[in-house]
């Protein structure tokens, strides 16, 4: 059945909509892209305040996108790094793959989360920035161990859910989904490196608090 999900991706929900494509790349050019993202970039742990303590953050990242895209996250200011070619050329794979599913969009700037195995993670949280606008078209690629995003709904209305991660997949998180949902990548006893890629279009008239 899968096979037919190959155009418009494989419905998680509908409403808010999230829906996962698989096989973005291909081989070999997906493992290349994560070998070659693990030891070109810069990668950064930058500290997060908490109660008034110090935390470096349990992975890396990487903010990267337009000048003008500067963006706040958990109380800083990050200022984008120039886009690397290979993310660009990413970029233009994702919005084809969201064209071709009758999905346009438009993205400046991307957050790249570096986990070096299971124990790295992130907590709980909406991409809900005042610079994101009200209702986000978020795209996740994911690229090495699969793991699992945690969903629950801000309202318990239903269940929490896991939708797991392959490598070289594309999660869409659609309409309502930061609004009504939070997600988390939380800690699993899996080993091996992953690399997200969450393309987002900052709105750079809206300044960072
Ligand atoms: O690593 C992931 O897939 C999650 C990343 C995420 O939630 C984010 O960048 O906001
Ligand atoms: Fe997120």
New binding site residues.
């Given amino acids: 059945m899968r096979s037919g999900y190959t155009q418009k991706g494989e419905p998680l929900l509908d409403s808010p909509p999230l829906t996962l494509f698989t096989g973005l790349l291909g081989e070999p050019t997906a493992t290349r892209l994560l070998a070659q993202l693990d030891q070109a970039l810069a990668w950064q742990r930058p500290t997060l305040r908490l109660y008034g303590r110090e935390h470096p953050i349990p992975r890396r990242q990487l903010w990267m996108g337009d000048p003008e895209a500067r963006y706040c996250y958990s109380g800083r200011d990050f200022s984008p790094e120039p886009w690397h070619p290979a993310v660009s050329s990413l970029l233009g794979t994702v919005i084809q793959r969201l064209a071709n599913a009758g999905l346009p969009a438009r993205f400046n700037s991307v957050?790249l989360?570096r986990?070096a195995d299971g124990q790295e993670r992130?907590g709980w949280?909406s991409?809900n920035e005042p610079e994101l606008g009200p209702d986000p078209l978020?795209a996740?690629v994911?690229l090495g161990t699969k793991r699992p995003?945690r969903f629950r709904w801000q309202d318990r209305s239903h269940e929490a859910f896991n939708v797991w991660?392959p490598h070289d997949s594309l999660?869409v998180m659609g309409a309502g989904v930061q609004s009504r949902l939070q997600?988390?990548?939380l800690p699993r006893q899996l080993p091996g490196l992953?690399i997200?890629l969450?393309f987002r279009l900052v709105n750079p008239t809206v300044s960072p608090a």
Avoid: E, F, G, V
Wanted: net charge neutral; glycine share 0%; proline share 0%.
């Fill in positions: 957050l989360n986990y992130m949280h991409d978020i996740a994911s995003m991660l999660l997600h988390a990548l992953r997200s969450t």
